[in-house]
């Protein structure tokens, strides 16, 4: 065969992200839409129940997760917003905010998806912000590249 080869799995992620892009520091960059409220804040960085530290990926994907038991929920589904806006263009606004992502890769090519580093960590805003700001990796449907990369 006269190509680079067979693909392979580089990173998994525990939720959708999307926007993947090398870095000149032969990382990647990647985005999500993740809760940076201060709940979120305080479990980042803390170990879980196996001992991993938490990082922002994967305390919004338990929290989506606990979110859609509706045992747990009672069915409600609410926001209760604090501030403006709560609406933009044709979509309700929710607790996430868009944040890019580095992900380093070893030499051997693989991602660690367990070092990823939120370049906005702690920021309660979007990047790209607003309808207009590129590529809008805050909705939920199919604009998002699937959680295996």
């Known amino acids: 065969m006269d190509g680079p080869g067979e ?9 959708s992200v ?4 090398w870095t000149e520091h032969g990382g ?9 409220d201060q709940e ?7 170990p879980d129940k196996d ?9 919004t994907a338990n929290r989506d997760k606990a979110l859609k038991d509706d045992d747990k929920t009672g069915g409600l589904n609410a926001v209760l917003y604090k501030r403006l806006p709560i609406r933009e263009w044709d979509r309700w ?3 996430k905010f868009a944040h890019p992502f580095y992900v380093p890769v070893d030499e051997s090519g693989k991602a660690d998806a367990a ?8 920021v309660p805003t979007a990047v790209p912000s607003g309808a207009f700001g590129g590529s809008d990796v805050r909705n939920n449907s199919s ?3 699937s959680s295996k990369h």
């Open 18 to 21: 999307g926007d993947l892009e």
């Open 115 to 122: 070092k990823v580093t939120d370049l906005l960590e702690g």
């Open 7 to 15: 693909a392979s799995l580089l990173a998994e992620f525990p939720m």
């Open 93 to 95: 606004l929710d607790a």
């Open 40 to 46: 979120a804040m305080d479990e980042n960085g803390k």
């Open 51 to 59: 001992g991993k530290t938490k990082d922002l990926l994967q305390i």
């Open 28 to 36: 990647l960059a990647v985005a999500a839409s993740v809760y940076v």
């Open 143 to 145: 604009s998002r590249s």
